[in-house]
């Protein structure tokens, strides 16, 4: 019984294949235009009429100014970031001597010293949230950024490139591939 599913399943599968063998064969066929040959010109890439200059897409680096924006940007997150790191170290440094000089709450009023150090410890503890926030909007302004600043890309050409370098370049298509040659000036 397994063996008839499978020869089912397999006969389905051909059918499925042979039915869009046939959908898409008047489709490929319009798209092959005369005789089957295509309309050359649009798709014959060694034609004189189809030889174009190479271009590639290059993205030209930032300026220095917007480098050195992006620097101090960065900078000034890892700074406000470690700021606040070090602030809610002190802070919990600062509480757990409070909790360890005043144990459980009984009552007793803070001596001078505990009450000096859980101050402390409150205003480190808003200093590293400052920090933090601050860090934060540094953060996102760096990414907006970097994001803004972004250069298009520009379309270049290698003769454009040959021009530039002093040398001449020539790009020949042939079937199978392309001869490929240059010179240059000193």
Known sequence: MATHRRFRSHRAAVGLAV??????APARAEDAGPAGGGDRTSLDYFSEQGQKPLTYWVEPP???GQKIVLASLA???LAAGGLGLYFHLESKRASDEVSRFSGDHSGLVYTDEVDRRRRDALDNRTRAIAMYATGGVLLVGTVA????????PVER????DAEEAGRQTWWTPV????????SWTF
């Open 157 to 160: 050409s290698y003769a454009d």
């Open 75 to 77: 900078g000034a997150t």
């Open 62 to 64: 930032r300026t220095r």
């Open 145 to 152: 950024y970097f994001i803004w600043t972004s250069p298009d």
């Open 19 to 24: 039915a869009g063998a046939l959908v898409t």
């Open 175 to 182: 079937p199978g591939g392309a001869v490929a040659g240059a």
